[in-house]
Every structure is written in C-alpha cells, then in structure tokens.
Antibody, heavy 122, light 106 residues
Framework: EVQLVQSGAEVKKPGESLRISCKGS????????ITWVRQMPGKGLEWMGR????????NYSPSFQGHVTISFDKSITTSYLQWSSLRASDTAVYYC???????????????WGQGTLVTVSS | DIQMTQSPSTLSASVGDRVTITCRAS??????LAWYQQKPGKAPKLLIY???SLENGVPSRFSGSGSGTEFTLSISSLQPDDSATYYC????????FGQGTKLEIK
C-alpha cells in the first residue's frame, strides 16, 4: 500500500528554523516526483515546489523560492521541507504528495500525506 | 504563472442533483488538468487527471471534460458524501490551483 506519512505538528517562534518530513513507503521512492503544497488557515492550495528523488532535481514556485528548501534522503525514503527563518505568515498546513506517473514532473498528485500543521507565533 | 479561475465559489444542491463546476485557465493548458476533492481537516483526494481520466476507485458519477482553457467537473447524481471543496489544478507548467468551490448539500 502506497503511503506518505508526515511528521507531527510544530509550534515555533518567528525567526526559528524548522524541518518537516514526509516518508514514502509501498512504492519505488526514487521513481516518483514529490511535491509540497501549502494551505493557509481557511484558504486554498498553493504549490510550493517539487523534487525528483532519482536525481535531486528541484523546482520551486517563484512565490517560495529562497524561503524554503526541499530535499530528500533516499536511504530512508523521506523528503523534507525546511525553513531557516520562520515568519508568522508561514502558519499553515503543509502537504507532501506523490506525482501520478513515474519519472514525470507533470502531475496529477495521486497520494498525499496527512498534512503537517506549522504554527509560528511569538 | 497560469491563473486558474473556478466558478461558482459556493454551490448548494440537493441529493440526486447533477452539478457542474467550471475551471478556466488564463492560457491554454491542453488537457493537463486535475480535479481534487477536499473535506475539512483532510488531505485533497485526486478525482480526475488529464482533464477527463477518472482516478482508480473514484465513483463513476464524477466526470471531467474540456481542453485548452475551459474545463468542467460534473457530478451526475449528488450524494451526501460529496459535500466538500473541489479544486482544479493545471500542470501544463509549474502547477497552480483554482481558488476552490465549496459544495454544500441542501
């Protein structure tokens, strides 16, 4: 069974750093791009960026470029989303999702993590 | 960025009704469009990909159509479980989502 399991909720202060995770199982992790999506409280879905675990190729949305870092560790089939300096406006639920077709940066995201709530407040 | 505009923003219908949600792209995206259903506190669920292909396990009352800049998601016979917010998403270029359509069951 394909699963993406994300790390638990976080409460941080502005300026702090954070890394959240997304562990894939039940499929060939390096065959499918992983995407990250933000959902601010009561708002819609925003695409943040994607990573190809087969060659580490990463694309970022211009809206998020420079503020977050996407990475992965294929030895533990886990992707990460990282901030070096959080802002209050980063308060949101963050989802990872698997692209529909293997080796295809286009998608269609067919499996999603359960979401990680990040709260940034002083 | 390609902008995706959904209409209506909210929709109220009765069990058994046929409902249609429209999504317009700011430029042609061929058939690179997906539809998702999201219930409160849950992750989105893929319903349709490549504009009209039904994802495995999704009830056949859901269907998608369109190409270019105009797309529709239809639910042929509304069920109580269909109460949710629906999003379109283009993937012709860097993905972008529509703003969502909240579907309520009367």
């Amino acid at each position: 069974e394909v699963q993406l399991v994300q790390s638990g909720a976080e409460v941080k202060k502005p300026g702090e750093s954070l890394r959240i995770s997304c562990k894939g199982s039940g499929y060939s992790f390096t065959s499918y791009w992983i995407t990250w999506v933000r959902q601010m409280p009561g708002k819609g879905l925003e695409w943040m960026g994607r990573i190809d675990p087969s060659d580490s190729h990463i694309n970022y949305s211009p809206s998020f470029q420079g503020h977050v870092t996407i990475s992965f560790d294929k030895s533990i089939t886990t992707s990460y989303l990282q901030w070096s300096s959080l802002r209050a406006s980063d308060t949101a639920v963050y989802y990872c999702a698997r692209h529909l077709d293997p080796y295809d940066s286009k998608g269609g995201f067919d499996y999603w993590g359960q979401g990680t709530l990040v709260t940034v407040s002083s | 960025d390609i902008q995706m505009t959904q209409s209506p923003s909210t929709l109220s219908a009765s069990v058994g009704d046929r409902v249609t949600i429209t999504c317009r792209a700011s430029q042609s995206i061929s058939s690179w469009l997906a539809w998702y259903q999201q219930k409160p506190g849950k992750a989105p669920k893929l319903l349709i990909y490549k504009a009209s292909s039904l994802e495995n396990g999704v009830p056949s009352r859901f269907s998608g159509s369109g190409s270019g800049t105009e797309f529709t998601l239809s639910i042929s016979s509304l069920q109580p479980d269909d109460s949710a917010t629906y999003y379109c998403q283009q993937y012709n270029s860097f993905p972008t989502f529509g703003q969502g359509t909240k579907l309520e069951i009367k």
